[in-house]
């Protein structure tokens, strides 16, 4: 009966281990499943804020000049190649922008225009809308934004002025902006760069429709597509 009472005794006491055990398991897994679920909320967080600085210049219509901060903002992420903890930055960012419409309104007919394809698909620094740009806002700084701006509104009255000949071109010009504009070789402005520049002045200043937004498997935004809108 003693060894009975005794097996009973140590029965009990194994069953309470092994429900001591199992509750400790229980309870590690719990806070496991609660650190995985906390971290992959705060990924997929993390994630979302990351798409939203891209994906916000589609919530509406949006300007040239803010197609410009995009283009810039897409293509210094694309020189990243880093795999960050929520962020794989091998998995870059395409901006598509349909210029064919802008080109019929505004694109210049008589000089190599600034916008030479109907459509531009954009990742990098190397495409030819991004040299482009880079080579206007270059003009800007050696001609100065005032300058370029009075000097492309009022480019029909310097074409009359160029058309008879380069001394009523120039005086025209310091009428407009108080002196001949010339570059760092001591050139005159010419007429083609501020057509040029009208252009994309005009671009700057023209609406754009965004389309749809496509997402690669992981749910990063990988392309985002822009069409002028008469």
């Given at each position: 009966m003693e060894n009975a009472s005794k097996a009973l005794v140590m029965a009990g006491g194994i069953l309470i281990a092994l429900l001591v055990v199992g509750a400790l398991m229980l309870m590690i897994n719990q806070v496991s499943y609660y650190q995985k679920s906390e971290t992959t909320s705060e990924k997929a967080q993390q994630q979302a804020d990351f798409n939203k600085e891209y994906v916000q210049f589609t919530y509406d219509d949006v300007k040239g000049y803010e197609l410009i901060s995009l283009v810039n903002k897409v293509i210094d992420y694309n020189k990243k190649d880093a795999v960050g903890n929520s962020v794989d930055y091998t998995k870059k960012i395409t901006v598509i922008i349909n210029m064919k419409e802008f080109k019929k309104k505004?694109?210049?007919s008589n000089v190599a225009s600034l916008f030479k394809q109907d459509t531009y698909t954009i990742s990098n620094d190397n495409t030819i809308f991004s040299?482009?740009?880079n080579n206007f806002r270059t003009m800007e700084n050696t001609y100065t934004l005032s300058a370029m701006n009075k000097l492309s509104a009022n480019y029909d009255t310097l074409k009359q002025a160029k058309d008879e000949n380069q001394n009523k071109y120039?005086?025209?010009m310091k009428e407009i902006v108080?002196?001949?504009v010339k570059n760092s070789s001591g050139n005159t402005i010419s007429l083609s760069e501020i057509e040029q520049y009208r252009e994309y002045s005009e671009f700057k200043?023209?609406?754009?429709?965004p389309g749809n937004?496509?997402?690669y498997n992981n749910g990063q935004v990988k392309q985002l597509s822009f069409e002028f809108k008469n």
């Open positions: 505004y694109g210049v040299s482009d740009l120039e005086t025209k108080g002196k001949v200043s023209s609406t754009f429709q937004v496509e997402y």
